[in-house]
């Protein structure tokens, strides 16, 4: 082979390699916006889940539609989740486990705080609202595991990190500290007026 002939090869060779590098990074592109979008959305649902206790104890009245009303919305928030679940499952099993254990976490206070609040009467009035009640979640430790395994994932080589992923996950989950429910700030503990 001649020179021009291997330099001709090698500038056909370097010309495919540069357009395959491009196509993998423009996929590659696309494929993060599309999974950003899902975590996103995923996570948008966790946050509606801890918002239901306070759409029941705010409601309107206590009548057989807004209950129904109400129902409808729990629903609603729980198949977006199980969706969430799956297509997250599909995507990726150490986001799958992070996501799932997430809602576990937020799950175990959640219930009890929709009990207390379908069990105490709505809203009457103006004064009652500000403050009428604050719900804790016990779950930013796994809300940063969560947050930890959708950002690897989203690097070019993420599923190459699963395992890393993973134990720094359970490092996380390892450091949590004892939580306590923060007291909520009643009357009683504000200073009185004009004090500073």
Known sequence: MDTATKAALASALLTALVALAGYWVNQHMKRRETKSQMYAQALQVIHEYQELPYAIRHRVDATPATRS???ARVSNVFGRLHHYQTLLAMDSPVVSD????LFSQTRKQCG???KQAWNSP???TDPEMPGSTRF????????DACLLAMRRELRPWGWMQRKNTRKRMADLDRSRPDWRRPRAVSDDDRPPAGAV
């Open 136 to 143: 804790y979640y016990d779950n930013i430790a796994a809300m």
């Open 112 to 114: 009890e705080y929709r």
């Open 69 to 71: 009303a109400l129902a």
């Open 98 to 101: 992070a996501y799932v254990n």
């Open 122 to 124: 709505p809203i009457a």
